[in-house]
């Protein structure tokens, strides 16, 4: 094979590759797990990178904190649409977040700096939450539902179709 | 002689695993929903009507989680029944059972063990809690789980492929 068609297939190749976006890049980001947290084996001030699902916004003065069930993440950082969680953990942001826009159910990365447990009631069960104080995060885009051909079919109204008759 | 019964074994070895693998693709019920002493034909109406009579009778029921809440040492469950097919999956295109409420000791994430979700528990009949839908009273029986099995999501999208041919007129 001719050198150019490998580089050619190979650029390709790399380009479905998904990487880390930049503000989830971050060195020494260790591999504690949340339920490793949450057991209090994990010291405070390491690093890691957490994601889930939102399950609970609140807005303080200053900071913004959220509850996040735990999925774990694909190559590219992304929380997994899974049924397997490690638990709850506490996410805490300087300064304000939406909650219209970071609403329960969508899909979070953060990277930040473990801090000590915190204990909070979910309905009438005492969590204990790990608290991470997030550096940095990455708000997921909600996945396009799979269609496989749109509804109604272009093809029925407009023979044409993508153009207009005759060839608009 | 000799090599005919190799050839059997043979013939032998290749119906077994064909069988082997067509019952590998049926479907089987989990094996946590499985148990010893359940009461196959109580049903949830039934329980309902008569409080105390089933108390402490082990059922396999399932439905579509309704609401879910942590209490302070269990998770309870409001589920809407619907009978179970032969790996007891609730069939939700089926006609609903009624109500009724499960509790399971412990954290279960509400947030993954949530409204519209498919669950099948095997447990026993605790008696019955009158409550209220909006203004209406209703009765659930409740069953204290022992095990719980939360079905995976269905897959709905469908490859739907359609022809059309068209005349187009125009001026």
């Known amino acids: ?168 | 002689m000799r090599s005919r019964s190799r050839r059997a074994r043979s013939i032998r070895l290749v119906f077994a695993t064909a069988a082997a693998l067509l019952i590998a693709g049926c479907a089987s019920m989990p094996a946590s929903l499985k148990a010893y002493g359940l009461n196959k034909t109580l049903d949830l109406s039934v329980v309902a009507r008569h409080p105390t009579a089933y108390v402490g009778r082990l059922v396999r029921w399932g439905g579509i989680i309704i609401a879910a809440r942590n209490l302070a040492h269990e998770t309870r469950f409001q589920i809407l029944a619907y009978p179970l097919d032969h790996i007891g999956h609730p069939e939700s295109n089926g006609t609903p059972l009624g109500r009724f409420l499960a509790e399971t000791p412990g954290y279960l994430e509400t947030m993954i063990y949530r409204h519209g979700r498919a669950v099948t528990v095997v447990g026993r009949v605790q008696g019955v809690v009158h409550g209220k839908i909006g203004a209406a009273s209703y009765t659930y029986p409740e069953i204290a789980v022992r095990r719980i099995y939360l079905w995976p999501r269905q897959r709905r999208a469908q490859p739907q492929l359609g022809v059309g041919i068209g005349i187009g007129i125009g001026g």
């Open chain 1, 1 to 168: 094979m001719k050198p150019w068609l490998i580089i050619i297939i190979l650029g390709f190749a790399l380009a479905g590759c998904a990487t880390l976006p930049a503000a989830l890049r971050a060195p020494n980001v260790t591999s504690f797990t949340v339920s490793e947290a949450q057991q209090g084996q994990a010291p405070a001030g390491v690093r890691v990178r957490w994601g889930g699902t939102i399950a609970q916004v609140r807005n303080g003065q200053a900071h913004t904190w959220m509850e996040i069930v735990e999925q774990p993440l694909a190559r590219n950082g992304r929380p997994h649409r899974t049924d397997q969680s490690d638990g709850r953990f506490l996410a805490r942001f300087t300064g304000f977040l939406d909650p219209a826009i970071y609403a329960t159910g969508r899909k979070l990365t953060v990277v930040g700096e473990l801090e000590h447990t915190q204990v909070r009631t979910i309905g009438q069960f005492s969590y204990t939450f790990p608290v991470v104080k997030v550096t940095s995060f990455h708000l997921w885009r909600p996945l396009p539902k799979r269609r496989y051909w749109p509804t109604p079919n272009p093809f029925w109204y407009n023979p044409w179709y993508p153009w207009g008759y005759p060839f608009y």
